[in-house]
Nanobody
């Protein structure tokens, strides 16, 4: 089970940190990530991380501004979002899958509830 939190309202240029807490045992071949969905748009990949080795991947739209990390001891995945832009406004979801790091949301089996991020310009 995944639980996401940390969203809110922030001005453009500001920062937020999202957290995704996972309950239960996390296997080493788990890949977790953050996705987002803006009104009227499809859900899109934001950032991914491997639970074992910490490999990461970012979408071009957030590269250099967002950082994904994990805290193995707390079973938590974090998304530090800096220099936020109005176009980052969306509901953010954390998700997990076994096997490999893929960016399509369609292949993720486990999802947390969304947390809303609103960036005012």
């Amino acid at each position: 089970q995944l639980q996401a939190y940390g969203g809110g309202l922030v001005q453009a240029g500001g920062s937020l940190r999202l957290s995704c807490a996972a309950s239960g045992r996390i296997d080493s071949n788990v890949f977790t990530g953050w996705f987002r969905q803006a009104p009227g748009k499809e859900r899109e990949f934001v950032a991914l991380i491997s639970w074992s080795g910490g490999s990461t991947r970012y979408s071009d739209s957030v590269k250099g501004r967002f950082t994904i990390s994990r805290d193995n001891a707390k079973n938590t995945v974090l998304l530090q979002m800096n220099n936020l832009k109005a176009e980052d406004t969306a509901v953010y979801y954390c998700a997990a899958r076994y096997g490999s790091m893929l960016s399509s949301p369609n292949v993720y089996d486990y999802w947390g509830q969304g947390t809303l991020v609103t960036v005012s310009s």
